[in-house]
């Protein structure tokens, strides 16, 4: 069983479209993230929910908008796509909130957006 | 905010021989430290991490790394490569987001680890 899912694997599209990307975790964890791994492959958190809530949302542009619509699903809408939206994007997940700061985080296996 | 400084884009190693990643933070207070690991085409998986206790951490796959708070040093190591460790390596330090009152992880920006056969 996959512990964390994202759909789809490749995405490739036009400037100006608008794409969803979903992610599912079944690790019964209550915070969800998203993360940008741009081409030189760094990686930067966009948001986090915990238990369907925002948590964290980093200076990402208006275009993005996560969805949540159960603590096991995260969904990132991106509208009026752009060539610099084109990376990878992962969803992660974790036990807690991470207040205590230490809880691993489990990573999907990426969706990889081409904007053309 | 923390950073995480890997020295080393790419590294390459023989097989057989000894892995070093290196992997530098900055923090006011003792951090969480982690390491992932990225195959191609894959998504990150722990490696291992270091939160209190023992400053020697082991972790998967004949990895270990060593916290040293006077060096503010967390560096990965394997003593003997395998062509299967052929990936890159995340090391990450978890820092708390101003205003959340929650943590995130902040990522150094990588070493690719090459192994020759």
């Known amino acids: 069983d996959t512990a964390v899912s994202q759909t789809p694997k490749y995405l490739v599209t036009q400037m100006g479209n608008d794409k969803s990307i979903k992610c599912e975790q079944n690790l019964g964890h209550d915070t969800m993230y998203w993360y940008k791994q741009d081409s030189k492959k760094f990686l930067k958190i966009m948001f986090s929910y915990n238990n369907k809530e925002l948590i964290i949302n980093e200076t990402v542009p208006n275009r993005f908008s996560p969805k949540s619509p159960d603590k096991a699903h995260l969904n990132l809408h991106i509208n009026s796509l752009e060539l610099g939206d084109s990376a990878v994007y992962f969803c992660?997940?974790?036990?807690?909130?991470?207040?205590?700061?230490?809880?691993?985080?489990?990573f999907g296996p990426g969706t990889r957006l081409l904007v053309l | 905010a923390q950073s995480v400084t890997q020295l080393g884009s790419h590294v390459s190693v023989s097989e057989g021989a000894l892995v070093l990643l290196r992997c530098n933070y900055s923090s006011s207070v003792p951090p969480y430290l982690f390491w992932y690991v990225q195959y191609p085409n894959q998504g990150l998986q722990l490696l291992l991490k270091y939160t209190t206790g023992a400053t020697l951490v082991k972790g998967i796959n004949g990895f270990e790394a060593e916290f040293k708070k006077s060096e503010t040093s967390f560096h990965l190591t394997k003593p003997s490569a395998h062509m299967s460790d052929a990936a890159e390596y995340f090391c990450?330090?978890?820092?708390?987001?101003?205003?959340?009152?929650?943590?995130?992880?902040?990522f150094g920006k990588g070493t690719k680890l090459s192994v020759i056969p």
């Open positions: 990450a330090v978890s820092d708390q987001h101003p205003g959340a009152g929650s943590y995130q992880l902040t």
């Open positions: 992660a997940s974790s036990q807690e909130l991470g207040l205590a700061g230490e809880e691993t985080q489990y």
